[in-house]
């Protein structure tokens, strides 16, 4: 459902409904690594202040949810943590875009992802 709510983009309201039942669907299943790409950022770039703030809500909801210890995919909590750090930094939350981005850090090296350490550090370095 998520990704399909990708392909009706210029639908706006038709994109709200998919991705709505997909994470209601998450939602019922109690799928901790469901619910979170459910609730993935969308492709497209967010408008107002008020959907940043909404951003920033989402993205520490899927970071707590890649928290559970039934969610076990390390390279998807990279992302989640690059997406929180863009979140944050969006609404002037600095100091606790480094903490998460030094989280994010751990976890790179820990599975030697070094894309995403790069990543990481570039995107951080800019700001």
């Not at 459902?1 to 210029?10: E, G, L, P, Q």
């Not at 939602?27 to 109690?30: C, F, K, S």
């Not at 979170?36 to 202040?49: G, H, R, Y």
């Given at each position: 459902?998520?990704?399909?709510?990708?392909?009706?983009?210029?639908d706006p309201e038709a994109v709200e409904r998919y991705a709505r039942a997909a994470v209601d669907m998450a939602?019922?299943?109690?799928a901790a690594a469901e619910l979170?790409?459910?609730?993935?950022?969308?492709?497209?770039?967010?408008?107002?202040?008020g959907s940043c703030v909404e951003s920033m809500q989402v993205s520490l909801r899927r970071l707590?949810?890649?928290r559970e210890a039934r969610f076990t995919d390390q390279r998807e909590r990279i992302d989640i943590?690059?997406?929180?750090?863009?979140a944050l930094f969006k609404v002037g939350?600095?100091?606790?875009?480094m903490s998460f981005a030094m989280e994010m850090r751990i976890c790179?090296?820990?599975l030697r992802d070094a894309?995403?350490?790069v990543y990481g550090l570039n995107s951080n370095a800019a700001r």
């Open positions: 459902m998520t990704r399909f709510a990708y392909h009706v983009w210029r939602e019922q299943l109690d979170s790409a459910a609730l993935e950022p969308s492709p497209w770039p967010i408008a107002s202040a707590a949810l890649s943590l690059i997406n929180v750090c863009d939350e600095y100091a606790q875009v790179a090296i820990n894309t995403s350490l």
